[in-house]
């Protein structure tokens, strides 16, 4: 249900959350996990569960469809780009192309899945002495139709180099981190090659804001006069005025425009922030497919059938990695990258 306003829509937010073209919808998971085993499981009975299908929250975590480990094990995507921001716990990430990867703690992973690509995303509860706090945000991001044919990509944003504006709010702080988007002074990590926040025009913004109480801050003005922009508000008691509207905890901000806002906060909140010039292409969607017609859906769904697009070359479909490993990056052309520089030459970090 939404409503009108002066300046815009106002929304609840539900389940996943409703984004405006070029953006399909963004996803946020907070679970409260328990200690893990050795195995980096949850160190709890689990036997109750809907293993495979575990969305409940019966305990204020979920397995997802994992079994074992908490997670979504291998899975297809073909025809757009997931956005993966950990803000708690970690992900160990596995595809097709032979890459993996252990992320988490502010760092964000960047995925093209164009032509196809199958992965899986599992949760590893390292922590044995303690809870496994975990909080992600996964963004789905469209493709134009002459990229939805390219080659899978990911790059990874690690948390020591993706920039964070802090800015003095009057009564409190306020802190901007800059996953995509110039804002202000300050230029975000370059996207992957064929992304669509990779074309000049597309001024695609991808900011996370954490307001203290009484903070205040400017968003500046998008660059493009076709520039849509979201503003999705969350957080234990957040209240947000955004130029006159008062938002809570739940929902979501849509402006007729792409101006300047200024966001006052009443509480602690967080403000999920997504902007970019539509692509404005017919957009035919099914499951883990996104493409322009229903006819690339149906090969879509046989090109996988047939190639899984390009094999699974991992021994489960639910991979994790050693306890050990660290946060790493491997790519399928064999290269290493760790947010530690000086680790490049570490030992192979995949049990």
Do not use: C
């Given at each position: ?33 328990p200690a893990g ?175 203290e109480p009484g ?63 539509p692509i404005g ?71």
């Open positions: 249900m939404s409503s009108s306003t002066r300046t815009g829509q106002v929304f609840r937010l539900g389940g996943p959350w409703p984004g405006l073209d070029p953006f399909l919808f963004a996803v946020h998971h907070v679970d409260h996990y085993t050795p195995d980096m499981t949850p160190a709890v009975d689990i036997s109750d569960r809907p293993l495979g299908q575990d969305f409940g929250n019966p305990s204020g975590w979920n397995m997802y469809h994992g079994t074992t480990v908490p997670g979504f094990p291998a899975h297809p995507h073909r025809g757009f780009e997931t956005i993966t921001v950990v803000r708690r716990g970690f992900v160990d990430h596995a595809d097709s192309t032979g890459a993996s990867a252990r992320y988490g703690r502010g760092d964000v992973q960047w995925v093209t899945a164009g032509g196809g690509v199958s992965h899986s995303e599992m949760f590893p509860l390292l922590n044995r002495d303690g809870d496994n706090d975990f909080e992600l945000y996964q963004i789905w991001l469209n493709l134009p139709a002459r990229n939805k044919s390219a080659p899978a990509e990911f790059t990874m944003q690690w948390n020591e180099d993706i920039p964070d504006v802090v800015v003095d709010g009057g009564s409190g702080a306020a802190r901007v981190r800059v996953i995509a988007g110039r804002f202000g002074d300050h230029d975000p990590l370059a996207p992957p090659t064929n992304s669509w926040a990779a074309e000049a025009d597309s001024d695609v913004a991808i900011w996370l804001v954490d307001l903070a205040a801050i400017e968003l500046p003005a998008a660059m493009s006069e076709g520039a849509r922009r979201v503003l999705y508000v969350h957080g234990d008691g957040a209240r947000v005025d955004i130029d006159g509207t008062e938002i809570e905890s739940g929902w979501g901000y849509a402006p007729d425009d792409a101006r300047a806002l200024t966001l006052h906060a009443h509480t602690a909140t967080t403000v999920l922030v997504l902007q970019g010039v292409e017919p957009v035919a969607a099914q499951g883990p497919f996104v493409m322009n017609t229903e006819r690339e859906i149906v090969a879509a769904y046989d090109d996988y059938r047939r190639t899984r697009f390009g094999g699974w070359p991992w021994p489960t479909e639910a991979p994790v990695h050693g306890r050990d490993a660290g946060r790493f990056a491997r790519h399928g052309d064999g290269r290493l990258d760790r947010p530690d520089k000086a680790r490049e030459n570490a030992g192979d970090p995949v049990a």
